[in-house]
């Protein structure tokens, strides 16, 4: 049975940086690609970042870009996602998703197969 779970979430102020983590396990690591999502109440779940199986292909939302930083470590089955400048519109759960593939990237959820609980991350102005 594969596990995601996540940590590193928290309340901070708007300019601050938090560091998510999400470990692995159930499953060879180097072969699944990871994202991360995020969903605010009321609203829909939002793509956030994502990472190929290798860490060689990334992806983010235009909204983070320059501020997000995904990466993984698959000696420690782990995927990271550091956020800087955090903003309050950063504000939501933030989960991390894992499907088996190796070498591509995917943005939609419903590509997913394997889900964390997620991790909370406020952002007050």
């Known amino acids: 049975q594969v596990q995601l779970v996540e940590s590193g979430g928290g309340s901070v102020q708007a300019g601050d940086s938090l560091r998510l983590s999400c470990a692995v396990s159930?499953?060879?690591?180097?072969?699944?690609?990871m994202a991360w999502f995020r969903q605010a109440p009321g609203k829909e779940r939002e793509f956030v970042a994502a990472?190929?199986?290798?860490?060689?292909?990334?992806n983010h939302a235009d909204s983070v870009k320059g501020r997000f930083t995904i990466s993984r470590d698959n000696a420690k089955n782990t995927v990271y996602l550091q956020m800087n400048s955090l903003k309050p519109e950063d504000t939501g759960a933030y989960l991390c998703a894992g499907v088996p593939a190796f070498g591509a990237i995917f943005s939609v959820p419903a590509q997913y197969n394997y889900w964390g609980r997620g991790t909370q991350v406020t952002v007050s102005s």
């Open positions: 990472i190929s199986s290798t860490g060689l292909n990334k």
């Open positions: 159930g499953r060879t690591f180097s072969n699944v690609a």
